[in-house]
């Protein structure tokens, strides 16, 4: 499981092809503010979220249904880069991460952004409440093939792992991409993550590199080398309890392709 430390190489000297710190509010013309909704409906999928001065506060709310009753308790609102769905029955559609998907509400294809290769920056702080995980993922979005499937996984950051160090898992998920191999790890990172702090993911000509606060994670010989949607989800796995709403915030997301 190849990993790597040091600074990661800078980014480009250009402006970000993809800039948003979210202080115009949520843009429908770069965001779906819904959760892979082509596997559920609208009112199940749909973010819950309040856009506030340091960026925009994810939430789960008290009354939030569960993500698909099949897979309660789990509550989510996520923001993901566009969305590609098969007809109502079929199994075609976005990131088919579990199995017996099927699509019940047929969805527009939107590719708002869906580079192939590149560079994306996050700024997060993860939230601390019980049983909730943040993530964010870039993922095959499938709309030209089910094997076009892989994911990069940039961070997931459970609640009850963030503290003045934090563990997370990160690497490279092959789904149904059968030129991938999974490449999952744990890692320690020197921050509190609950604080904002930035994540940065580089791929192209077959390796990843994942790094935290200017510094390098990890480098994977392999990446996904077809079109792929971001994705930043907060959720609540388990059952309801604790204080509400829960959220974490995402400040800054800036990419390059």
Same mark, same amino acid.
Not at 64 to 91: C, F, I, M
Not at 117 to 145: F, K, P, Q, Y
Not at 155 to 165: L, R
């Given at each position: 499981?190849?990993?790597?430390?040091?600074?990661?190489?800078?980014?480009?000297?250009?402006?970000?092809?993809?800039?948003?710190?979210?202080?115009?509010?949520?843009?429908?013309?770069?965001?779906?503010?819904?959760?892979?909704?082509?596997?559920?409906?609208?009112?199940?999928?749909?973010?819950?979220?309040?856009?506030?001065?340091?960026?925009?506060?994810?939430?789960?709310?008290?009354?939030?249904?569960?993500?698909?009753?099949?897979?309660?308790?789990?509550?989510?609102?996520?923001?993901?880069?566009?969305?590609?769905?098969?007809?109502?029955?079929?199994?075609?559609?976005?990131?088919?991460?579990?199995?017996?998907?099927?699509?019940?509400?047929?969805?527009?294809?939107?590719?708002?952004?869906?580079?192939?290769?590149?560079?994306?920056?996050?700024?997060?702080?993860?939230?601390?409440?019980?049983?909730?995980?943040?993530?964010?993922?870039?993922?095959? /979005?499938?709309? *030209?093939? %089910?094997?076009?499937?892989?994911?990069?996984?940039?961070?997931? &950051? !459970?609640?009850?792992? +963030? @503290?003045?160090?934090?563990?997370?898992?990160?690497?490279?998920?092959?789904?149904?991409?059968?030129?991938?191999?999974?490449?999952?790890?744990?890692?320690?990172?020197?921050?509190?993550?609950?604080?904002?702090?930035?994540?940065?993911?580089?791929?192209?000509?077959?390796?990843?590199?994942?790094?935290?606060?200017?510094? /390098?994670?990890? *480098?994977? %010989?392999?990446?996904?080398?077809?079109?792929?949607?971001?994705? &930043? !989800?907060?959720?609540? +796995? @388990?059952?309801?309890?604790?204080?509400?709403?829960?959220?974490?915030?995402?400040?800054?997301?800036?990419?390059?392709?």
């Amino acid at each position: 499981m190849p990993s790597s430390t040091g600074s990661l190489p800078a980014a480009p000297n250009r402006e970000p092809d993809f800039d948003d710190d979210f202080s115009t509010g949520l843009s429908s013309q770069r965001w779906v503010a819904s959760y892979l909704p082509q596997w559920t409906t609208p009112e199940r999928a749909r973010a819950h979220y309040e856009v506030v001065p340091a960026g925009i506060e994810l939430r789960i709310d008290s009354d939030q249904p569960d993500w698909r009753p099949e897979d309660a308790p789990l509550r989510v609102s996520n923001l993901q880069t566009g969305v590609y769905s098969g007809p109502v029955g079929s199994p075609l559609g976005t990131h088919r991460h579990r199995v017996g998907l099927e699509v019940r509400t047929q969805t527009p294809q939107r590719l708002l952004f869906a580079p192939s290769r590149g560079r994306v920056e996050i700024t997060v702080s993860a939230s601390g409440d019980a049983n909730c995980m943040i993530a964010a993922w870039l993922v095959g /979005t499938e709309h *030209r093939s %089910p094997t076009e499937s892989g994911e990069i996984c940039i961070f997931e &950051i !459970d609640a009850d792992a +963030i @503290g003045e160090t934090t563990v997370v898992r990160t690497g490279v998920k092959a789904h149904h991409d059968p030129n991938l191999t999974t490449d999952m790890i744990e890692v320690v990172v020197p921050v509190d993550a609950a604080s904002p702090h930035t994540w940065t993911v580089i791929w192209g000509d077959g390796e990843t590199v994942i790094g935290c606060e200017g510094r /390098t994670l990890r *480098r994977i %010989p392999q990446a996904p080398d077809y079109p792929l949607f971001l994705m &930043i !989800d907060l959720f609540e +796995i @388990g059952p309801r309890g604790g204080h509400y709403p829960k959220a974490a915030t995402i400040h800054h997301v800036r990419a390059w392709q």
